[in-house]
């Protein structure tokens, strides 16, 4: 059993930035990726980014390249998410999953973090 645990949401005025953190304890040696999703107001849930642990290899959605960056720490087992450059649709609950396969297919996420929220406004 994994637990993962959020934190760095808050509110930002666009162009703002913020780094989201997400820590993994329990069976940590059961995951072999580590993934950022969201989900907007109204909206379904989408994949923002993802990492692999072994070789670090990350996977961006195409709306966040360049301005999201995804990172680990293997010693904390944590995964980061940079996020620059912020704007108003970026907004949503940001959740950290973990990925017990290895190949960031969304089907392959199994625990997930509670969540935090993130508010991109002027």
């Not at 709306?63 to 944590?78: E, H, L, M, Q, Y």
């Not at 704007?87 to 969540?115: H, I, M, N, R």
Request: glycine share 14%.
């Amino acid at each position: 059993q994994l637990q993962l645990v959020e934190s760095g949401g808050g509110s930002v005025p666009p162009g703002g930035s913020l780094r989201l953190s997400c820590t993994v304890s329990g069976f940590t040696s059961g995951y072999h990726a580590l993934g950022w999703f969201r989900q907007a107001p109204g909206k379904e849930r989408e994949g923002v980014a993802c990492i692999s642990r072994s070789d670090g290899m990350a996977y961006y959605a195409d709306d966040v390249k360049g301005r999201f960056t995804i990172s680990r720490d293997g010693a904390v087992n944590t995964v980061y998410l940079q996020m620059n450059n912020l704007k108003p649709e970026d907004t949503a609950v940001y959740y950290c999953a973990e990925d017990s396969v290895g190949l960031c297919d969304q089907s392959d996420f199994g625990s997930w973090g509670q969540g935090t929220r993130v508010t991109v406004v002027s």
